[in-house]
């Protein structure tokens, strides 16, 4: 089986992102598979609607897969990597039509990226969502990213939820508005069939429209931030954050 499956169900086309033993964290390889996806939402005049998932019921997606920073040498590579995760974010928050996000579990990282793309988010009432990187590899965002998280979830509160590598719940979530619906656990495909039953019914020109304008409007006026990147990604504290990750051992921080 695929580490992201991509099928199409009728008009809808569904994204599942398939390594459960991993809680769906993100490879190179799975992240470009989604911009294929997004080519073929736009490409294909019978998608109506896309939906992303997560396999195993444990998560949407645990973040990027760590062991693949183990590669990393310098700052460059932090920062070319973020541009990637640049790329397949805004061209997932581009995509033409609805896309859903239905979450259970953990969607945290480069997962609540991928959420935060996407138009709509529902999840079940055990989920959560966050950034905690000051906590475990002490990495930092691209400025598009953090730029997403102020977006849905405003400079306070994103704020509170990296700097004490907080998890939100989803009621929390809920509250923000980021997750516009919020289920008991093992009710989220009713739910996600109601949502989608809906969208299928509405003017998708209406709805492409609505999508592409909030997108511009965040995007309007991003500041450079590869210098945050660059100082972050080539420190010692990341290259030792990553190492205990991987060893499932504890860091401790110095701040060079």
Not at 126 to 148: E, Q
Request: glycine share 10%; net charge negative; proline share 3%.
């Amino acid at each position: 089986m695929s580490e992201l499956e991509v099928t199409q169900d009728g008009a809808v086309l569904h994204v599942l992102f398939n390594r459960p033993e991993a809680r769906n964290a993100m490879t190179f390889a799975m992240y470009e598979g989604l911009v294929e996806a997004c080519d073929r939402a736009d490409e294909d005049d019978s998608v109506r609607v896309m939906v992303l998932r997560g396999a195993g019921g444990r998560a949407f997606v645990a973040g990027t897969d760590i062991s693949q920073f183990q590669e990393f040498t310098s700052g460059e590579d932090g920062i070319a990597y973020e541009e990637r995760i640049s790329r397949v974010v805004n061209r997932l928050e581009d995509v033409g039509v609805p896309t859903i996000a239905a979450v259970e579990g953990a969607c945290v990282g480069g997962g609540l990226a991928i959420a935060a793309a996407c138009h709509l988010r529902i999840a079940t009432a055990s989920s959560r969502f966050g950034v905690p990187i000051a906590r475990t590899l002490g990495n930092c965002l691209s400025m598009n990213s953090y730029s997403l998280l102020v977006h849905h979830l405003g400079p306070a509160r994103t704020l509170d939820m990296l700097l004490r590598a907080r998890l939100l719940s989803a009621e929390d979530a809920g509250g923000a508005g980021f997750v516009s619906q919020v289920v008991p656990d093992g009710e989220l495909q009713p739910a996600l069939t109601a949502l989608v039953e809906v969208l299928l019914s509405h003017a998708p020109l209406s709805m492409k429209a609505a999508g592409r304008a909030v997108a511009r409007l965040r995007r309007a006026s991003l500041p450079d931030g590869d210098d945050l990147v660059r100082e972050v990604f080539g420190s010692a504290d990341f290259r030792a954050g990553v190492a205990a990750f991987v060893a499932r051992e504890q860091v401790s921080w110095t701040g060079r």
